[in-house]
């Protein structure tokens, strides 16, 4: 592709010299045409060399235009190449959707730096990048596994659409928050009058009428000229004031206009549609003709700038009169069609986001996801998105009502695991493949509390924190909501935690911990609860229909070896011990000259 590119812009260089070849051409053709009498061999020959010029430049512009299409497309790929290799620096990594007091985003990788967000968006617009957010936060579930099938598979129409958001993002949002600034303000509706037409159209037949009287005689010379000047000055005050206000209210959507019609042109171009998908592209349909009118009204507005050009277009066009004509039809249109045209291009736009994470991992499968309204969880050899080969499979399932207690020594696999979990029932619920041989699901809500943090600003020990978010847990089981004030479908909910009351005592975590469990069973609650605590393990030999044991362990020997499987029953053997005597072990060896306080770094 990079051959290619050299290739086009080669040609594009001759076709510079060509057009300067030409355009001298055509001046010496003029000259010729005046020094012999204006003579028909000098015409033809001007008439010739500037048809010459045209026809160049036309391909020129073409050659221009497909550089750039292939500079974007080579972007494209190279981007993607990197995202292979586990580089995701060039995609938006959801940095501004990061809430640590969301139910789970925070805890589970969803927003910011090597997460979620980054792995999945390939958004080229503002409204798409936000639905793709509001899908991973479950604030809305829009697609269907056939959707993102379907999608998955037209690479050419998603490496087309990616391109064309390549170094930029289209703000479609602005375009809704036009519609704000239009409802407003207006333009004088008198020009969308039948009398002003009438009056325009009388304009524009008298100029041409007393330059053709002048020509033979019939009136003064000076007539058309005085009338010309006349004209030109009504238009101008008659339109200036409105076409400025028109000016003012789309300069903030230029650039973004050209996208908009753009994506919608290539939106448009799909096909074989999924019935569910119908409805978004037709709407885009009709939204064509729409998108390029306001395209050539802001070029036509672009082009005021030049006074003398102005000067000629109004006086013999009216061509103000009637670019705020057009406007008026179209910010009527506008106004009663952006909102659904928005909607439909941000649906498009984030599906193929799904679409391309799909085709990116073969390696997956479409999760069941039934209709109970309970929690209901089981899968086989599920692992971990961002580990990728590296990963260990595990099987796992849970009952609704139940609680699963994950034990195991440090770095064991247990906070993994609790995010493995989370991960792919996000996916599951928008309907994309799992990272699981078999993985079948309910639509339950989700809570997790994984990481806990101070605030030393808003003095909030960490232990207060640990409170305020089991607090928050507690009264979103009892109502969960996502969307102020929208309850969540579901009244079941599935809570994942990874220590419960870490910023207190051993004895009073234990009793902590034992009061919430038996507790929080009185609420639609399953459980997935990690502990180093063994003690809390006893539970289920408590309440054995409600706890269960699982753990993940580890064997000791010259080294600690780990195998990431979770078995079922309780972790016999602990590491921190084993590994602080490997660090303390440093002390020996440190040189006299070493600085007090630095630390050998410890590799294990």
């Excluded at 400025?244 to 919608?264: C, D, M, P, S």
Aim: charged share 20%; proline share 3%; aromatic share 10%.
């Amino acid at each position: 592709m990079t051959a290619v590119i050299s290739r086009l812009k080669r040609y594009n260089r001759y076709f510079i010299v060509g057009e300067i070849a030409l355009f001298m051409l055509i001046v010496a053709s003029v000259a010729v045409f005046a020094m012999t009498a204006w003579s028909k061999s000098g015409l033809l020959m001007a008439v010739i060399c500037l048809s010459a010029y045209l026809f160049t430049r036309f391909f020129d512009n073409k050659n221009a235009s497909t550089i750039k299409q292939t500079e974007q497309l080579l972007a494209v790929y190279t981007h993607e190449l990197e995202a292979i290799e586990g580089n995701y620096s060039a995609f938006d990594s959801g940095q501004d959707f990061m809430d640590y007091h969301h139910p789970f985003t925070f805890d589970l990788d969803v927003f910011g730096q090597n997460s979620l967000f980054a792995r999945l968006n390939r958004t080229v617009t503002t409204g798409g990048k936000a639905l793709l957010a509001r899908n991973l936060s479950f604030e809305e579930i829009q697609f269907q596994p056939k959707e993102i099938h379907y999608m998955s598979h037209q690479v050419s129409f998603m490496d087309n659409l990616q391109a064309l958001g390549e170094g930029r993002t289209i703000d479609t949002l602005a375009m809704l928050a036009l519609q704000n600034e239009l409802s407003k303000a207006s333009c004088p509706r008198w020009f969308l009058t039948r009398w002003s037409l009438i009056v325009a159209s009388l304009m524009l037949c008298l100029l041409p009428l007393l330059i053709i009287l002048s020509l033979f005689g019939l009136i003064e010379g000076n007539v058309p000229v005085f009338y010309a000047t006349l004209q030109f000055f009504i238009v101008y005050l008659a339109c200036n004031a409105a076409t400025r206000n028109i000016a003012k209210r789309t300069a903030k959507i230029h650039r973004e206009a050209e996208g908009f019609q753009q994506l919608i042109k290539q939106c448009v171009s799909l096909h074989d549609l999924p019935l569910s998908l119908q409805k978004e592209v037709d709407t885009l349909r009709n939204a064509r003709q729409q998108a390029a009118l306001l395209t050539s009204i802001i070029n036509r507005l672009d082009r005021r700038g030049n006074i003398l050009g102005l000067m000629i277009i109004d006086t013999f066009g009216l061509n103000d009169y009637f670019l705020i004509r057009e406007y008026l039809r179209w910010e009527h249109d506008f106004k009663a069609r952006i909102a659904a045209q928005v909607n439909a291009l941000s649906h498009i736009d984030a599906l193929v986001s799904w679409g391309r994470f799909a085709y990116n991992h073969p390696e997956t499968t479409t999760a069941e996801v039934t209709t109970e309204q309970k929690v209901c969880f089981e899968a086989e050899e599920i692992y971990h998105p961002f580990l990728g080969t590296k990963a260990v499979k595990n099987d796992f399932s849970i009952e609704n009502g139940s609680y699963t207690i994950v034990t195991g020594a440090n770095m064991a696999g247990k906070s993994t695991f609790l995010r493995t979990i989370g991960i792919n029932y996000i996916l599951a619920r928008n309907g994309a493949p799992v990272f699981a041989k078999r993985m079948r699901t309910s639509s339950f809500n989700l809570f997790s509390s994984m990481r806990t943090t101070d605030d030393l600003a808003g003095g909030i020990s960490y232990f207060n924190a640990e409170l305020r978010r089991l607090q928050q847990l507690i009264r979103f089981c009892k109502h969960p909501v996502y969307v102020q004030g929208k309850p969540a479908e579901s009244p079941s909910t599935l809570i994942i935690l990874d220590e419960i009351l870490k910023g207190t005592n051993s004895l009073d975590k234990l009793n902590g911990s034992r009061l919430f469990l038996e507790n929080i069973c009185k609420l639609p609650v399953t459980g997935l609860i990690a502990t180093h605590d063994l003690e809390l393990s006893k539970l289920a030999n408590e309440y054995p229909r409600h706890f269960s044991n699982y753990c993940f362990e580890i064997e000791l020997g010259t080294a600690v070896t780990y195998s990431y499987k979770i078995t079922p029953g309780v972790a016999r053997n602990q590491n921190a011990t084993y590994l602080l005597k490997g660090v303390l072990k440093e002390i020996d060896g440190l040189s006299t000259a070493q600085p007090q306080g630095e630390t050998a770094e410890f590799a294990g």
